[in-house]
């Protein structure tokens, strides 16, 4: 519900001429909800007999995690639409997927989608749209050809290499426009200020699938940050790396002067000085993340991070003097090359920035997760390693830490981890495999189907 691409999407597609767009979302339960249902002039949507997807001229889906592929086949199984493209004989709904895993990965969901999108929809909706109302939403030859000379559009069987739509110079940032209770960012005006990354860590997609860096301008934020204030005094800045906008100070300073209250989302720690630790005071911020990913500085570099033990600890320190007391690190175990002295090394990047809390009730919580190789990056063709490897190394790591009165740490069960590698790197005929095994209620078992694969 929070994803801004979602938002910048729906945005966009309702001011369209002609278009009505209603929200979708599969809950936990597996029910399909829709909060639009409850607006009166949305009303005759949901007055016919067929109230769930199936009814619509398209379907757009938003991914940026591989394992909500399940959650795409779960909805349309729901609605009775084939998941399968080639089981799918209807010409309508047409469907369209994008979103950050899409455009690294365009060839998997292709087995699902009419369309996959690859890139910046922001860029080109507009254009889908009229060519999608021009053609009635008819899923023919001719709307085909059209959509497939949209730069960003990939369809299997006509489009020979995904090219990326990316759009430059965004006077537009994408934001909230819906403000909803209950969700990890409650009440909260988010608005991105950033897009891409400057660095290029060699696991993370964000260099294949939302690059190049591209740093919104202050008044295109504040300009739109204004209206929000009307609605709610909380505001959280979304990007890869917020300091990679050199503005992100007057930007804070100019929505703390209309009244608002900055949320931070995520900081480099290499960019992390007194300035910025000011700033997330003023703004009542207790947390600060940090994504080291490695205690091994060796292991770091390898994966393409250039943050040293010594900006990691100094950052830290800096908060800490500050009165900032709950710090988040993300960890990655599992990393190519790995051996067993890198996760010591991260147990003792732990204990070594325990040591500088200074102020009682300081917490570190670790959310770790095992390396997953994604589609277009440097790392996807490494190997991964069989369970046992995984849970003798959260033994290691966990003996490691010196003060667990201070430290939190979780390990996710790996019931997925391999599903998740294969919907990352796979291709179409490993969506067809899930796909069959999703029809049989066996998921467990394209889990196995998944690890004797990827370990072969
Ligand atoms: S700094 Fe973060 S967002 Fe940027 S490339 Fe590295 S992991 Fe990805």
Redesign the pocket.
């Known amino acids: 519900m929070s994803s801004l691409g979602f938002h910048n999407l729906f945005n966009r597609a309702s001011s369209f001429h002609g278009v009505r767009v209603v929200r979708f979302f599969l809950e936990k339960t597996d029910r399909i909800y829709s909060p639009d249902a409850f607006i009166p002039q949305k009303m005759d949507i949901f007055s016919r007999q067929d109230r769930l997807l199936k009814g619509f001229d398209a379907l757009f889906f938003s991914v940026s995690f591989e394992l909500d592929y399940i959650n795409i086949l779960k909805m349309l199984s729901l609605s009775s639409i084939p998941p399968l493209v080639s089981e799918r004989k209807m010409a309508k709904p047409l469907i369209i997927v994008g979103g950050v895993t899409a455009t690294a990965n365009p060839y998997i969901l292709s087995a699902f989608s009419d369309i996959v999108f690859t890139g910046d929809m922001d860029g080109k909706i507009e254009e889908i749209l009229n060519v999608l109302t021009e053609n009635n939403f008819h899923k023919n030859h001719t709307l085909l050809e059209r959509l497939s000379g949209i730069e960003g559009v990939f369809i299997h069987g006509r489009t020979a290499v995904p090219v990326r739509s990316i759009t430059n110079n965004i006077s537009r940032p994408a934001h909230s426009v819906v403000l909803t209770g209950g969700t990890s960012f409650s009440n909260m005006f988010l608005i991105e200020i950033v897009r891409g990354?400057?660095?290029?860590?060699a696991?993370?997609?964000?260099?294949c699938a939302s690059g190049p860096v591209r740093i919104i301008q202050e008044r295109y934020i504040l300009d739109r940050v204004d209206k929000a204030l009307r609605h709610t005094s909380r505001v959280g800045l979304i990007g890869?790396?917020l300091t990679?906008n050199d503005c992100l100070t007057g930007i804070v300073r100019g929505i703390n002067e209309a009244g608002g209250q900055v949320s931070f989302s995520?900081l480099?720690a290499d960019d992390f000085n007194e300035g910025v630790a000011g700033l997330l005071v003023e703004n009542r911020q207790n947390t600060v993340t940090f994504?080291p990913?490695t205690g091994s500085y060796r292991l770091r570099k390898r994966i393409?991070?250039t943050m040293t033990d010594e900006s990691l600890l100094k950052a830290v320190s800096i908060a800490v003097e500050h009165g900032i007391k709950r710090f988040r690190y993300y960890i990655m175990y599992g990393l190519p090359e790995e051996k067993m002295e890198d996760i010591k090394a991260t147990a003792e990047i732990v204990n070594e920035t325990v040591r500088l809390f200074k102020n009682p009730g300081c917490r570190l919580h670790l959310s770790i997760n095992p390396f997953v190789p994604k589609k277009g990056t440097p790392l996807e063709t490494e190997r991964i390693y069989p369970e046992e490897y995984y849970l003798k190394m959260q033994e290691v790591l966990r003996n490691g830490l010196n003060r667990t009165d201070c430290v939190s740490l979780k390990f996710d069960s790996l019931r997925y981890f391999y599903i998740h590698c294969l919907l990352s790197t796979g291709d179409a005929d490993d969506a067809v495999s899930l796909y069959n095994y999703f029809i049989k209620g066996t998921i467990s078992s394209f889990g196995k189907y998944a690890m004797e694969k990827l370990l072969r």
């Open positions: 990354c400057k660095s290029s860590c696991f993370c997609m964000t260099r890869p790396v990679d995520s480099r994504a990913e393409g991070k």
